[in-house]
């Protein structure tokens, strides 16, 4: 109708992929590392794990409630994450988790109903 030529319908193609190997899973250096951390001098060690792409799991226990230098070590892990575009999120007064980019962390509580 209105000049359009008719569209030529292409033949599908079946493409069979049961010979085709592929590996379930990439490989990778990255590991999920648990630090306790003890002082603000252990930013520098932090912040070279998560520019080579590991998962970080802060034990900040060490530290009093309101310590000056826990919120400046947690600010500096924020602006670490910002950096390599990953995520960075306080799971309790005490627990702390930076991911790389890429990797989003969802926080969920589950609640039961009896």
């Known amino acids: 109708m209105f000049g359009r030529k008719?569209?030529?319908r292409k033949?599908?193609?079946?493409i069979d992929l049961d010979g085709y190997s592929a590996p379930m899973y990439a490989q990778s250096d990255a590991k999920?590392?648990?630090v306790e951390v003890t002082s603000y001098r252990d930013l520098?060690?932090?912040?070279?794990m998560a520019y080579r792409g590991n998962i970080l799991i802060l034990d900040l226990s060490r530290f009093e409630?309101?310590?000056?230098s826990k919120k400046e070590l947690a600010k500096r892990l924020?602006?670490?994450a910002r950096d390599i575009s990953g995520a960075f999120t306080e799971v309790s007064d005490t627990l702390m988790v930076?991911?790389?980019?890429?990797l989003s962390i969802d926080k969920r509580r589950i609640i039961h109903k009896e």
Request: aromatic residues 4%; charged residues 35%; proline residues 4%.
């Open 44 to 48: 520098k060690a932090m912040t070279d």
């Open 32 to 34: 999920i590392v648990v």
């Open 98 to 102: 930076l991911s790389p980019s890429g």
């Open 65 to 68: 409630e309101g310590d000056a």
């Open 6 to 8: 008719k569209e030529e």
């Open 78 to 80: 924020l602006e670490v």
């Open 11 to 14: 033949k599908k193609t079946f």
